[in-house]
């Protein structure tokens, strides 16, 4: 009756986007970039989020 393998780790996935979205907010890139950046994350969490790790604002 615990938490089921997919309910926990959608559960994980969803904790890394949100800390994604909160690095895009704290990073120095420009107010479009991180709306626009958050709406990517958003929308395609999976590849958003792999594309935001590699080509995303740094800092």
Do not use: D, H, Y
């Not at 904790?15 to 970039?33: D, E, F, L």
């Amino acid at each position: 009756m615990g938490l089921e393998v997919g309910g926990l780790l959608g559960l994980i996935w969803l904790v890394i986007v949100i800390w994604a979205i909160i690095q895009v907010a704290n990073s120095p890139a420009g107010g479009g970039a991180k709306v626009l950046w958050i709406l990517i994350l958003l929308l395609f969490p999976v590849i958003g989020l792999l594309i935001w790790f590699f080509l995303g604002p740094k800092g």
